[in-house]
């Protein structure tokens, strides 16, 4: 008889969870995932998916309050805020049955569970179950994908009102008018973008002195002043006092440069932040060391219990729904298949789905002053790429930093249009050690977005020029043209 029930136990079935389920079962592993609430976890149900949704509709909004743009007819757009969110909906139950639904995954030989899981031991965990029962179950190995959930900071007064989170945000039915963000990291930046062009007053208080402090600090200045012309205001370098309800309002006082302010909303939204779920699963009972920030995890995503593993939001480490879906891969093929694969910590993408949209990839320039790298930065603008200019996208920029003398490419940034598609283009050629000179020599088709990103490498080529390369190759080949003016180093061709 088997030791054990099962070969693998997953906890959570968001992204990681559902990921590490599908490649165990895959793998053909025996295999149980419990999941207290519904498949699909954060980004199908309160983050991704809805908020991306959200966006589309202050994009769609936006556009046509912006229609003579294009030459047509600008025009004030009816809101029925409650469609919107039974939109929301809807998207969010398609991708649920198409993608998470319990069958899915049942369809693949595992057993999906709908209840609490909480170990009881280090090979054994306890199942609340929905009818009051609870079930024992062990297994060989473990994959702890539970999340992370909403992090309020202690503000005083903030229990006393009634403000929303990534968890109510979607379920509301009526429109903020005057909506007052704390924090302005992605959750705040996009949901202030998505409700000020459906309508709404945002104001966005931050305690850090610029906007999406993660990313390139240059190009976040770009996007706070687009989303300022839009109406949005910032308080930004602001310490938030106390939060106060009066009537229907809800005044937020801060303190900003020695003075005290006081921002009045009809709804607050608190984006500062997740944390891990770490309460309540009975780390202690199994021996899994973690911390506030989440459980500890090596490169394998290993906890220190050899068999006991932990991906996703859960370890604190990197809060995006692919680097869930990567961390399980390395923790379902390290654990059952031995498999020495390691979490890719060099070639991190993310993307935030504001208009513009400002993607990453890789090191950032802070990074590679800290580390010493010596680097050049390759940087070609959105009003150079015909695509962008025929759709009326010329604002954005392309920042590539890469070693000057091959080309090899140690971190790129991109605000723009469908720059989360753009950035792709440098994650594969950075795990693939693709250079500059590679794409500046591959062909990429026009009009399109990605043409700038050849355009953005060829600027490898021009910057490596020198007047003594021009003169030699006239001498050689009898070329007698102008030597070029290169006296501009960050001149555009
Ligand atoms: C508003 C918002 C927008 C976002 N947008 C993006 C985006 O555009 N792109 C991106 O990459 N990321 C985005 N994210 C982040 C992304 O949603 C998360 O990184 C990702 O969903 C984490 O997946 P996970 O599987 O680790 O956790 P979760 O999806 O939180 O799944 C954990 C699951 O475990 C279950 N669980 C917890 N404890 C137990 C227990 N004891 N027993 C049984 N089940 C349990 C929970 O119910 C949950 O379903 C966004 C997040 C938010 C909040
Ligand atoms: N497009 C995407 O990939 C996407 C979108 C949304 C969220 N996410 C993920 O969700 C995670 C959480 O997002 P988030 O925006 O809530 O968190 P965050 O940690 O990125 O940003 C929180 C912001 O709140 C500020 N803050 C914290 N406490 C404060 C206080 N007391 N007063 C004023 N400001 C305060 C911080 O300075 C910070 O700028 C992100 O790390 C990200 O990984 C990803």
Redesign the pocket.
């Known amino acids: 008889m088997a030791k054990y029930d099962f070969d693998a136990i997953v906890?959570?079935?968001?992204?990681?969870?559902?990921?590490a389920s599908g490649i165990a079962a895959n793998f053909g592993a025996k295999t149980m995932m419990?999941?207290?609430?519904?498949?699909?976890?954060?980004?199908?149900?309160?983050?991704?998916v809805?908020?991306?949704v959200l966006l589309k509709a202050g994009k769609v909004a936006h556009q046509i309050k912006h229609a003579s743009q294009f030459g047509l007819i600008d025009q004030q757009p009816e809101i029925n805020f409650e469609k919107v969110i039974e939109h929301i909906h809807q998207t969010r139950q398609d991708i649920y049955e198409d993608a998470d639904r319990p069958e899915i995954f049942e369809d693949m030989g595992i057993e999906v569970v709908k209840?609490?899981?909480?170990f009881l031991d280090d090979h054994q965990v306890a199942?609340q179950l929905e009818d009051g029962t609870t079930r024992r179950v062990s297994a060989r190995y473990f994959i702890i994908?539970?999340?992370?959930?909403?992090f309020t900071p202690p503000i005083e007064g903030l229990n006393n009102v009634s403000y929303l989170t990534?968890d109510s945000?979607f379920e509301i039915s009526d429109l903020p008018q005057e909506l007052t963000v704390i924090g302005a990291g992605?959750?705040g930046t996009?949901?202030a973008q998505a409700l000020e062009r459906l309508g709404s007053t945002v104001t966005v208080i931050d305690v850090a002195d610029r906007i999406m402090t993660n990313d390139d600090p240059e190009l976040t200045g770009k996007l706070k002043e687009s989303l300022e012309k839009e109406g949005i205001k910032y308080v930004l370098g602001a310490e938030v006092k106390r939060v106060s309800q009066r009537g229907d309002a809800i005044i937020t006082a801060v303190e900003c440069q020695g003075e005290e302010k006081q921002i009045t909303g009809d709804q607050l939204l608190m984006?500062t932040g997740?944390r891990a779920?770490v309460d309540?699963?009975g780390l202690d009972a199994a021996g899994v060391e973690y911390t506030d920030q989440g459980i500890e995890v090596n490169d394998r995503c290993r906890t220190n219990k050899s068999h006991i593993y932990a991906?996703?939001?859960?370890t604190g480490q990197?809060?995006?729904?692919?680097?869930?879906e990567h961390?399980?891969k390395v923790a379902t093929t390290h654990a059952l298949l031995k498999f020495p694969m390691k979490i890719d910590r060099k070639n991190v993408p993310?993307?935030?789905?504001t208009d513009p949209e400002l993607g990453h990839v890789g090191a950032t320039e802070q990074e590679l002053k800290s580390n010493g790298n010596s680097y050049e930065t390759y940087r070609f603008p959105y009003s150079k790429i015909d695509r962008a200019l025929t759709e009326a996208e010329g604002e954005g920029l392309i920042k590539i930093h890469a070693k000057k003398w091959n080309g090899k490419i140690y971190g790129a940034s991109v605000l723009g249009a469908h720059a989360g598609e753009l950035i792709s283009e440098y994650a594969v050629a950075m795990k693939n050690g693709v250079t500059l000179r590679n794409l500046a020599d591959t062909i990429h088709p026009y009009p399109t977005y990605s043409l700038g990103a050849r355009r953005a490498a060829d600027q490898w080529y021009i910057k490596n020029q020198s007047e003594w390369q021009i003169k030699f190759f006239q001498k050689i080949f009898g070329l007698r043209g102008d030597i070029p003016d290169l006296s501009d180093p960050d001149r555009i061709v």
């Open positions: 906890i959570g079935g968001g992204a990681a969870g559902l990921t419990i999941e207290k609430d519904r498949l699909g976890g954060d980004c199908t149900w309160t983050g991704c809805p908020s991306k209840g609490v899981a909480h199942i994908c539970a999340g992370a959930s909403a990534n945000l992605p959750i996009e949901m984006a997740r779920n309540g699963l991906c996703g939001d859960i990197y809060q995006f729904t692919h680097m869930s961390m399980a993310w993307v935030t789905f």
